[in-house]
């Protein structure tokens, strides 16, 4: 295969969370748009923290996190612009099969992480500012508590090495249903809790404020977002299975 | 870069000096890990050099250049190793050592180990044999002659032990593998910088990374100046 040496203004830097790039969607879907457009996409996967700072810094052309808050104040503080909601999955509570805080009748997830705290359990955090890290610090909150019981263990690691880790030390995790997937070939851990709208995980894809830097790649940016809500690629999305299950919800609303 | 470097690197030092606990947890964490690993190592290691380079067993070739090629393995390959030795389901399973300073003890001690043993090696095999024949033939016993001559090659033993324990105090791949990044229990410079990095907040980055950094000339000046008392003096 020869290819011709890419133009700079051809790539495409998309910033977004190592959920999407290890659950395989992008995998899937990119090389469509790719092939469509003439774009090459160059992905940097890393927590949602990391990549609204790299889309604030100006260090990449586009940006598709799971984090409302974060999102919210990074269009508030002016850098990113146009927000789409392009698809959701849900969070799921992992814990040992025999589910020793039996948080399996819980009413709904603050209860079920009360019980955790309670017992006290062994739960294992991902401590590293990426969406879902964010989202368990907001049902601890919810729940009036200061995650620094016993057991309580933070890795600031993503969300594979988490899952991996929580299975060693058998401890209850958060984690979203993607990855989960992903990996249940290689955990014994069950879903433990699940449902409810506190674990809704909407994602987004935003562009970034041509006022702020100018020299990025607008048009390509803009180019992605239009393709991922387009219908085709709605589709796609929904019907993307990982081992016969499927990953993401498509939720673009005009 | 939308922080100005300057900005980020006043950060760094009002956090090592206002003694930010965070900060130095992970220091501290650090060092005693990295510290008692070397200290297991360094008699056996030692010893084991000096058998290769004064006895002459079957196999003793083979032994030589296995543990030259240990010294360049990547440290993940050691992580790995040892990740799969403590997991659930490994041979020393029922340790549950997984994600404990006492798991990462064991990494660093087999990443310090080859570096010992192959220098030792070659201290103890620039080292005129006559001192230890005449010393054994003097009555005196083996382990006494070895600290004889331990002594009189302090320096290049010395230039060992400071190689080893640079090497496992700045190995990210063992520790992060084997010790799993947990905060405040197996969190140490290394492993902190990358999760740092890969959250964004580089003030703490640069912070530890300043740490490592004087450390390394600390034991750099250390290293420089014994080399050169080492030098061979005319008699």
Redesign the interface.
């Known amino acids: 295969m020869f290819s011709p040496v890419t133009l700079a203004n051809e790539v495409i830097k998309l910033a977004t969370t190592t959920s999407t790039e290890n659950s395989g969607l992008l995998g899937a879907l990119l090389p469509k748009f790719e092939a469509e457009s003439g774009y090459t996409v160059q992905v940097i996967a890393?927590?949602t923290?990391?990549a609204l700072?790299?889309a604030?810094?100006?260090d990449v052309d586009v940006v598709m996190t799971h984090a409302p808050d974060a999102e919210a104040k990074f269009i508030a503080d002016g850098f990113g612009i146009e927000p789409r909601g392009i698809m959701e999955n849900d969070f799921v509570v992992l814990g040992p099969k025999n589910d020793p805080a039996a948080i399996k009748s819980s009413k709904n997830v603050t209860e079920a992480f009360s019980k955790i705290a309670n017992k006290p359990s062994k739960f294992v955090s991902r401590?590293?500012?990426s969406g879902t890290n964010m989202k368990e610090l907001i049902i601890w909150k919810a729940a009036g508590i200061t995650p620094d019981f016993a057991g309580y263990?933070?890795?600031?690691?993503g969300m594979g090495k988490t899952l991996l880790?929580a299975?060693?030390?058998q401890a209850y995790t958060l984690t979203d249903r993607g990855t989960y997937i992903a990996y249940k070939a290689k955990l014994?851990l069950n879903i433990d809790f699940e449902g409810g709208a506190k674990l809704a995980n909407p994602y987004q894809i935003m562009l970034i404020n041509p006022a702020k830097y100018p020299e990025l790649n607008h048009k390509g940016a803009r180019a992605l977002s239009d393709w991922f809500i387009s219908p085709a690629t709605q589709t796609m999305i929904n019907n993307y299975k990982v081992q016969g299950e499927q990953l993401f919800k498509a939720t673009y609303k005009k | 870069m939308s922080d100005g470097w300057l900005v980020l690197l006043q950060q760094a030092f009002s956090l090592l000096l206002s003694f930010d606990p965070h900060v130095w947890a992970i220091i501290n964490i650090s060092f005693s890990v990295s510290f008692v690993a070397l200290l297991i190592t360094i008699i056996p290691s030692i010893i084991l050099g000096f058998i290769l380079a004064f006895s002459h067993f079957r196999g003793r070739w083979v032994v030589t250049n296995l543990v030259q090629t240990l010294q360049s393995i990547p440290t993940v390959v050691i992580g790995l190793l040892v990740y799969l030795l403590l997991t659930r389901n490994g041979v020393l399973g029922d340790l549950k050592w997984l994600f404990t300073q006492k798991g990462m003890i064991l990494g660093q001690m087999l990443i310090c180990a080859p570096v010992l043993i192959a220098l030792s090696q070659a201290a103890f095999s620039s080292v005129d044999r006559r001192a230890w024949e005449t010393s054994r033939t003097l009555g005196a016993s083996w382990i006494h002659a070895v600290w004889t001559l331990c002594r009189e090659l302090r320096v290049p033993l010395l230039l060992a032990i400071v190689a080893g324990f640079s090497r496992i105090l700045t190995e990210v791949g063992c520790s992060m593998m084997v010790g799993g990044n947990i905060m405040n229990v197996t969190r140490n410079i290394p492993t902190a910088i990358a999760l740092e990095t890969s959250k964004g907040d580089f003030a703490q980055a640069i912070a530890l990374g300043l740490v490592l950094l004087i450390l390394a000339l600390v034991l750099n000046f250390i290293l420089g100046s014994l080399r050169g008392k080492a030098l061979p003096r005319s008699h």
């Open positions: 890393t927590g923290g990391k700072k790299l604030s810094q100006g401590g590293d500012n263990t933070s890795v600031g690691q880790m299975n060693e030390l014994d």
